[in-house]
């Protein structure tokens, strides 16, 4: 599932983190869709998508590719496209841009390295949510204050992660697979070993107060990404994008002028 915005220039695919949807760059896809045609993706076992039974970076960076290849590419006359991901999302870009590098002209990184993420801020996130008695819950300010007795402090967090979660007619339900992704914590956090690389400009733009991207992670990004330009970001943290927009946005639109517009 995706939604697309702008009409004319070249082709930005963006790719959500874990627990988002295609729709958390919004605000990004409205700033840019005079110059650019932006499609924000629903990634699997998330938003619309459907979902799978497990959960394996290959299978999600082959799907991306057939999703450009199938829709976007017929839909804007291009032949290849800038390919953003952020967190998961931007792990599966690093995958997709590693099995078919000729498909992308650019790729950014936002906030994570490819590196299995043994400190991952999110495993006791998704743990709060899947813990939640779906049954029970009475409205959507009941979740709320579930999720803040299990520990998830930040309003803005559980306000991110309660997008997940809609009514239907028999009370509330995820929308997202949430058990399945609860169970492959372990699987999220890995990265698949590649032989090859991918030698495109990439934008490699984290938060200064985020822990996914560390100088001890310069080795293997380089490695596979030997023209990685690194940016942190002040004072932002793992979401740089909702948490520094206009700084996300104007680092974004810099490294596009230079690689997309040629």
Known sequence: ?????????????????????GRNFLSAAKALEDEYRCFLVDLPNHGSSPWTEDF????????????????????????YVVLLGHSMGAKTAMVAALRKPKLFTA?????MSPVSSKDSNFVPLLSALAGLDLE?????????????????????VRGFLLQNLRRSDSGFEFQANV???????????????FETTY?????WMGGAKSNYIK????????????????VMVKDAGHWVHSEKPEEFLAVLRGFLKQTADK
Do not use: C
Request: aromatic content about 6%; glycine content about 8%.
């Open 1 to 21: 599932s995706y939604t697309a915005y702008g009409t004319t220039g070249p082709a930005v695919v963006f790719l959500h983190g874990l627990m988002g949807r």
């Open 56 to 79: 394996d970076y290959e299978d999600m960076g082959q799907a991306v590719i057939e999703f450009i290849e199938n829709v976007v590419l017929p839909e804007t006359g291009e032949d």
């Open 107 to 111: 790729l950014i990184v936002e906030d």
């Open 136 to 156: 029970a819950l009475s409205s959507r300010s009941q979740a709320d204050t579930e999720l803040e007795e299990a520990g998830v402090s930040d309003p803005t």
């Open 179 to 193: 058990a399945m992704l609860n169970s492959a914590v372990s699987d999220i956090n890995a990265f698949p070993e």
């Open 199 to 203: 030698d495109g400009p990439v934008l």
């Open 215 to 230: 100088d001890e992670h310069d080795e293997p990004m380089r490695a596979l990404f030997p023209r990685a330009h690194k």
